[in-house]
C-alpha cells in the first residue's frame, strides 16, 4: 500500500503575506471551509501572535473547522507560541508551528544569536508548544542555505524535545531538484530517530522550481508539502497545492505515494481564492488556468477527438471543471438560497445579513437570467466586506461617446451623509475614480486595475480588483456587478474603506 502524503496548506498564512492579499476573519473562514470539504489534511489558518485580528482568525478557523488539523505558526518564542496555544484550543486537532533561522547569514545578521543559542531556543520552544498539543511541527528557517551537519544537530535536539514533524523550508527558492533531494534523503539518513517523524518541505518559487523542489523531496522521502492554492505566496509564491496533488496522483508509476485530497474541489477552491484576494489565474496556469485543457492546435484537437488520452494525462472534470452548475433563479426563495451559501461555506452572521445578501440576490438575478456558484461567492465577497462601509456608492451615470470625453457623476455616502461629485476622464472608468476622488481625497496611489468575468456569457458580472497603497499600505479592493464601471467604483470604494479601516498586517516569513 502507498504510504500517505500531507497535504499541509498555507494558504491562509504565507499565501496572504502577496502584497495585498491580507484577507478578513470571514474569507478566512470560507476557504478554510473549502480546504475541508477538499480534504486538506493540515490548514496553516495564520500567525497568532500578529495582531489580535489573526488571534481571532486562527480561533475562528479552529473552532468551525472538525475534519482538518487547523495549525498556527509561532516564532520560537514563549509568548508567540502561548498565543498560538490558545488560538487553536477549539480545534479538534490542533497544531503549533514554530521555526528559527538555521542559516549563518541568518542566523548572524537577523537574529545575532550563537548556533549553540539557537539550538536552546528552538528545544525550550517545543517544550512550550507540548503543554498545548502534542502535534507540534518545527521549522528550520531557511533550511536551503544552512549547513547540514548543523541541521542533524538541530534536528536531533527538537525530535527528542518532542516534535513530531520536522521541515526543511526552502525560504528564499534558492535550491534546485537533484540537490534538495539530496538534502532530505541525507537528513533521514543521519537524524537520530528520523523514522519517529514525518519529515515535510516547504519551497519557495523564486526560480520557478517550487513544485520540482517538493516533488524531489517526496521521492527523497519526505511525506508532508506545505503548499498554497494557486502557488499563492510573498514574491514568487509558494509550491501550487493543485499541481503537487495531480502531479502525485498523475504519476503512480514515479511516486509511491498518494494523498487524501478531493481534487474535484481544486477549481472551485481555486476560483475562490482568486476572487478573494483578487490575484488572477493566468489562463496557462497549470491544472487550474482558463486554457489548461483547451486545445487550439488542429493536430491536438484532432487526437483528443479521436482518443482523449493523445494529449490529455488527465480528466478536467476530475479536477473541477464543468462544476459551475446553475443553481439559482429569480424564482427562487430564502431557504434555497441560504442553503446553497452554506453548501458553498460561506456562514450568515445573522438574519439581518441574510436579508441584506438576499436582496441583492434578487436584483443581480433580474440583471442576470442564469446565477451561477461563483456568482453568489461574488455577491457575498462584497457582502462580507467591511460591515460599516465609510464610503458606499449611492449612485451613478457614466457618460461615454465616441470623440466626447468621458465623464462621471456619483453620489456617495460618507460616513453617513451624502456627497456628489462630477468628474471626466480618459475613460468611464477613469472619469469615475477621478469623480470618487473629488470626495475622498485619499492620497492613495493605484497599484492595479483588473477586470475577470465571473462566469461566461455576455450578461456575466464583471469581477474587478483594485490594488491601492498608502503610506506604505498595500490593500485590495473587490466589486462585481454585471455594469462593468459599477463594479469599478464599487471596488475603488472598497479599497478605500480597507485603507480608511487601517488594520496592520504583520506575518513572518517561513
Known amino acids: 500500500m502507498n504510504d500517505q502524503l500531507i497535504i499541509f496548506d498555507t494558504t491562509l498564512r504565507d499565501g496572504e503575506q502577496s502584497p495585498g492579499a491580507s484577507m478578513t476573519r470571514d474569507e478566512k473562514l470560507r476557504i478554510a471551509r473549502q480546504l475541508e470539504r477538499m480534504k486538506v489534511n493540515v490548514i496553516e489558518a495564520g500567525f497568532a501572535a500578529a495582531s489580535n485580528g489573526d488571534f481571532e482568525a486562527v480561533r475562528a478557523v479552529a473552532e468551525a473547522i472538525k475534519d482538518s488539523t487547523v495549525c498556527s505558526l509561532a516564532r520560537a518564542n514563549e509568548n508567540d507560541i502561548r498565543r498560538a496555544g490558545e488560538a487553536i484550543r477549539p480545534a479538534a486537532s490542533g497544531r503549533i508551528h514554530t521555526f528559527i533561522a538555521t542559516s549563518p547569514i541568518h542566523m548572524e545578521k537577523k537574529l545575532r544569536m550563537t548556533p549553540d543559542e539557537v539550538v536552546e531556543q528552538a528545544v525550550k520552544a517545543i517544550g512550550w508548544a507540548r503543554e498545548y498539543t502534542s502535534d507540534i511541527e ?9 549547513d547540514i551537519d548543523f541541521l542533524c544537530r538541530i534536528f536531533e535536539a527538537v525530535i527528542k524535545a518532542g516534535a513530531t514533524t520536522i521541515n526543511v523550508p526552502d525560504t528564499v527558492g534558492y535550491n534546485v531538484p537533484e540537490q534538495f533531494a539530496a538534502t532530505i534523503r541525507s537528513l533521514i539518513e543521519r537524524v537520530p530517530n528520523s523514522d519517529k517523524v514525518v519529515w515535510s518541505v516547504h519551497c519557495h518559487n523564486d526560480l520557478g522550481l ?3 523542489n517538493s516533488l524531489a523531496a517526496v521521492r527523497a522521502g519526505a511525506r508532508q508539502v506545505e503548499c498554497t492554492i494557486n502557488g499563492l505566496g510573498e514574491r514568487a509564491g509558494n509550491a501550487s497545492l493543485e499541481e503537487v496533488v495531480m502531479a502525485v496522483r498523475t504519476r503512480k508509476d514515479i511516486f509511491q505515494c498518494d494523498t487524501r485530497i478531493d481534487a474535484t474541489h481544486i477549481v472551485p477552491a481555486s476560483k475562490l481564492v482568486s476572487g478573494i484576494t483578487g490575484f488572477p489565474v493566468q489562463p496557462n496556469k497549470a491544472i487550474v488556468g482558463a486554457n489548461a485543457f483547451a486545445h487550439e492546435s488542429g493536430i491536438h484537437q484532432d487526437g483528443v477527438l479521436k482518443h482523449r488520452e493523445t494529449y490529455e494525462i488527465m480528466r478536467a472534470e476530475d479536477v473541477g471543471w464543468g462544476a459551475n452548475k446553475l443553481v439559482m433563479g429569480k424564482h427562487s426563495g430564502r431557504n434555497a438560497f441560504r442553503s446553497r451559501l452554506q453548501e458553498l461555506g460561506v456562514e450568515i452572521s445573522s438574519e439581518e445579513q441574510l436579508n441584506h445578501a438576499f436582496a441583492r440576490f434578487k436584483e443581480l438575478a433580474d440583471k442576470k437570467h442564469e446565477i451561477f456558484d461563483e456568482d453568489l461567492q461574488a455577491l457575498m465577497s462584497d457582502e462580507s466586506s467591511e460591515p460599516k462601509e465609510h464610503f458606499r456608492l449611492v449612485s451613478s451615470s457614466f457618460h461615454s461617446e465616441t470623440g466626447e470625453t468621458p465623464c462621471a457623476r456619483v453620489t456617495l455616502s460618507v460616513g453617513g451623509s451624502e456627497a456628489k461629485a462630477e468628474s471626466c476622464g480618459s475613460g468611464p472608468v477613469d472619469a469615475a475614480f477621478k469623480a470618487i476622488e473629488v470626495v475622498a ?6 497599484l492595479l486595475y483588473s477586470v475577470n468575468a465571473i462566469t461566461t456569457g455576455t450578461d456575466a458580472q464583471g469581477e474587478v480588483t483594485v490594488r491601492l497603497s498608502k503610506d506604505g499600505r498595500v490593500v485590495n479592493g473587490q466589486g462585481a456587478d454585471t455594469d462593468i464601471i459599477v463594479a469599478s467604483a ?16 504583520m506575518n513572518p516569513q517561513v
Open 138 to 146: 518545527f521549522s528550520a528557517e531557511d533550511a536551503g542555505r544552512s
Open 441 to 446: 481625497k485619499s492620497g492613495t496611489e493605484l
Open 490 to 505: 464599487k471596488a475603488y470604494l472598497n479599497a478605500l474603506n480597507k485603507i480608511q479601516a487601517g488594520v496592520e498586517k
Open 210 to 212: 517550487a513544485v520540482a
